[in-house]
């Protein structure tokens, strides 16, 4: 099972992104994937997550309405698109699955993990 992440950058405060995570060796269909992203000297963080049934989403109350997790099923990809850019979202965004089909409830749960890619918001 591998996962990989990319899309990060250089952003300018108020800027869109988007991130990619193409998993392979597994069919989305049976896995959740999870954002996660972890800034320096605290802990890592779940962002968000979509069941592989796509049935539903989760967001951390903090990124409602401006970090939007979606899938491409024939690029077998979970994209996390991020509005309004803000430099408190500078850090390493990871995505992960765990060995479910619905979203854990903890960042613990997450089995499978990419490598992490890193955006900066910075003017």
């Known amino acids: 099972v591998q996962l990989q992440a990319s899309g990060g950058g250089l952003v300018q405060p108020g800027g869109t992104l988007r991130l990619s995570c193409v998993v392979s060796e597994f069919t989305l269909d049976y896995y959740a994937i999870g954002w996660l992203r972890q800034a320096p000297g605290k802990e890592r963080e779940e962002i968000s997550c979509?069941?592989?049934?796509?049935?539903?989403?989760d967001y951390r109350d903090s990124v409602k309405g401006r970090f939007t997790i979606s899938r491409d099923q024939a690029k077998n990809t979970v994209y996390l698109h991020i509005n309004g850019l803000k430099p408190e979202d500078t850090v390493v965004y990871y995505c992960a699955a765990p060995r479910t089909v619905t979203c854990p409830d903890t960042v613990s749960s997450y089995t499978y993990w990419g490598q992490g890619t890193l955006v900066t918001v910075s003017s």
């Open positions: 979509i069941s592989g049934s796509s049935i539903s989403t």
